[in-house]
């Protein structure tokens, strides 16, 4: 007898429930600041004017005597000073600088010098062998286009060998007693960690320096700022105990004298 078949009305059937529609939220967004707000918000102040003055007055009475460690005698040998003490210490420049200019005082002996014997006196120094190459073009190219003798601008002090924009600008400061701020790492540290005048390259912070400083003031500042940087404000960790300015400067982080302990005593042993 055969079995009887389930009526289709019956049969099971497996239903799948529909997916949940998935509920839509209307998410507010939170207004954002323009980036030029943001950055405003987070920027730290410069210094204002009477706070310059003050700063610069202070650093003023701290070096009184102030003016370049570099040895020399002529402007010519001023500007071979500065040449040599890219990328290295004055007073590693100051300890060959004496050898070199007893032997090429001015442009002509220079050359006659020639690079393997400028070579020669300044190899303790970096960068030696190409700062020789330059010495000797530039003294060349003083005789050829200036007859020997320092130019007094900006423009015909950077065509020369090895002449760059703070390299002219110690010239005509120094040499030439122009209201110019060359930066040098100390300075571009020194501007931009106490406000004095901020950037981040060197020539906004020498742009901001000559707009902000007190033109009266300017000249003489370059040297108390080298010196404020090299000796007191360091790179690693400013000496602030030390700095006479440290009222007006708006470095957040001014540290304090260090504690010196005192030697650990030791008894002397007893005799057994």
């Known amino acids: ?10 049969a099971e059937t497996k239903l799948t ?3 949940a529609a998935k509920r839509k939220t209307a998410k507010t967004a939170a207004p954002e600041k323009s980036a030029a707000a943001e950055s405003k918000a987070t920027a730290p102040r410069d210094m204002t004017q009477p706070e310059i003055r003050q700063f610069l007055t202070d650093l003023e009475r701290a070096w009184p005597d102030a003016e370049t460690e570099l040895h020399y005698s002529t402007p010519f040998t001023l500007l071979i000073a500065v040449v040599l003490s890219a ?10 600088t004496p050898a070199l200019f007893a032997a090429a005082p001015d442009p002509a002996a220079m050359v006659t010098l020639g690079e393997d014997g400028v070579g020669e006196l300044i190899r303790t120094i970096g960068l030696w062998r190409n700062k020789a190459k330059n010495v000797v073009e530039l003294s060349r190219q003083l005789l ?3 007859n020997g ?5 900006r423009e015909e002090l950077e065509a020369l060998a090895g002449v760059g924009r703070k390299t002219a600008n ?3 400061n120094v040499a030439f007693h122009q209201p110019t701020v060359p930066v040098d790492t100390h300075v571009f540290r020194l501007a931009n960690r106490t406000g004095l005048g901020r950037g981040k390259t060197v020539e906004a912070v020498e742009a901001a320096l000559e707009r902000r400083i007190p033109q009266e003031m300017i000249r003489d500042s370059h040297h108390w700022l080298i ?5 007191v404000c360091k790179a690693r960790k400013p000496e602030c105990w030390r700095c006479a300015a440290s009222e007006p400067c708006l470095y957040p982080e001014k540290t304090d004298r260090p504690v010196i302990k005192p030697p650990r005593q030791t008894l002397p042993r007893q005799a057994l």
Do not use: E, I
Not at 149 to 153: C, K, N, S, Y
Not at 227 to 231: D, E, S, T, W
């Open 1 to 10: 007898m055969a079995r009887p078949t389930r009526s289709p009305a019956k």
């Open 17 to 19: 429930k529909p997916p």
């Open 87 to 96: 990328q290295a210490t004055d007073a590693s420049v100051n300890r060959v």
């Open 144 to 146: 050829n286009r200036h």
């Open 149 to 153: 003798t320092v130019p007094g601008t």
């Open 170 to 172: 110690v010239v005509l």
């Open 227 to 231: 010196l404020q940087g090299r000796y």
